[in-house]
């Protein structure tokens, strides 16, 4: 990696630029937009941004605007896109009767000066521990922002447990459509939840660091089966093979319980083994997984 430019050096066209791929994306977007509203039809946008991600191709209207460093420069520059999309939707008349979803795959890297910027007083990962790679909430805890007009009231915060995983049933359920039991192992649907309701969808998740150091979420307790971030850095207190926390009252991870809680730790343990084993964590029939399964910690014997 140079400079945060690419994280893969390889063959590219001659003059190829990265900082005219991200305005790219909203140009086309909007396009197509404005092409499905005109010929009334209904339409779905997946819109994979290549921000705020590296390369941090930042444009030169954008270039020192946040003040902080270049990172922030690209955070500022991916939220005009979306605002243009947004208008864009607005001005189509179809804003109304669409649903929203906007989100990310993972936390800030530390690599594109999260440091730099804690110095300054901005903290990327806000209150939670690590950033991306780690198998902390820094790592895995991101925003999940829905606009659905008439159905989502504006405003609204929902505490509940969900993960990305979630959308392909919610969005099959809002087409009516029945997914096997062999699809969607591990999707619950959201419509509840943005239909207004406070009651849990799902119970647990599973989430693994960059090195496959899996932890779990049981309503508010954090099982993470390996002493550091699973991450890029070891951190943590290596003396303690495991980790568990209450994220009610710690969402920092600052206080590791396991060595405390020795019954909510093998609770923890069993449920992760049921779900590796079941293949699933919604009802249905038992699935293979279709990769080998590392326990963790590593001492313990590898299964399949």
Known sequence: ?????????????????????????????????????????????????????????????????????????????????????????EKSGAADNTLVIFTSDNGCAPYVGAKELEEKGHYPSGPLRGYKADAWEGGHRVPFIVRWPGVVKAGTVCPQLVCQADCLRTFADLFGVKLPDNAGEDSFSLLPLLKGENNPIRENAVSASVHGVPAVRLGEWKYIAAPGSGGWGTGGDQSQPIQLYNLANDLGETKNLAATMPDKVAQMQNLLEKLITDGRSTPGATQKNDVDVHRFPLTNTRKK
């Open 1 to 89: 990696m140079e400079k945060n430019q690419a994280s893969m050096q390889g063959p590219a066209l001659k003059d190829w630029k990265l900082e005219a791929i991200l305005p790219a994306l909203g140009d086309r977007t909007i396009q197509f937009i404005n092409e499905s509203v005109s010929k009334k039809e209904p339409f779905l946008v997946y819109m994979p941004l290549t921000s705020p991600h590296t390369p941090l191709a930042v444009n030169p209207e954008w270039k020192g605007k946040s003040q902080l460093n270049t990172y922030a420069d690209f955070v500022m520059e991916t939220d005009a896109v979306v605002g243009r999309v947004l208008e864009a939707l």
